[in-house]
């Protein structure tokens, strides 16, 4: 179904992109989309902890973890699986209406807070449709210049001992 995006919306006629963030899945696979690019599965980010100096002697004191997972749920999982550079606002807004109908309303709304709650974390860039894409979106990736530890993309996989 053709979801209207006013003509004035900031978001017409842009496509959201994944920053350089290492991003997994976990859990079953829930409700998808038509387009290939979602998986219905819910996507956790793995951050980096940016530490002070007394921050990082503290942390290592206590043995605190260096890094960050931020489950999403399923409606911004969808959001962050085609925020790919490929996908454009309105196709977005099309596939979140199309997999969870009412849930989503108002969809173009819903979807406009995730992009805006993406961008306020420094997850996500908003560029013109057809923009090209010089770094790597894809799940499992360490960004260059973090210290995360490799990890298996799949989270049930990587904790049962497989990945």
Known sequence: MQIDVPQDHPLRGMAPIRLPVWWGWRGPVGRT??????????????????????????????????????????????????????????????????TFHEEAAPVVERVTLAIDMFQSLGLLLVRQVGAPVVWTTDPGVVPEGQNLPPRHPDLDLAHSGQG
């Open 33 to 98: 989309c038509d387009d290939p690019a979602h998986s219905g599965r819910c996507v956790v980010l793995r951050i980096e902890k940016k530490f002070s100096r007394l921050e990082r002697w503290l942390a290592r004191w206590l043995r605190a973890p260096k890094e960050v997972l931020r489950p999403l749920d399923d409606m911004n999982s969808l959001v962050w699986e085609l925020c790919d550079g490929q996908h454009g606002f309105q196709s977005i807004v099309e596939a979140m209406d199309a």
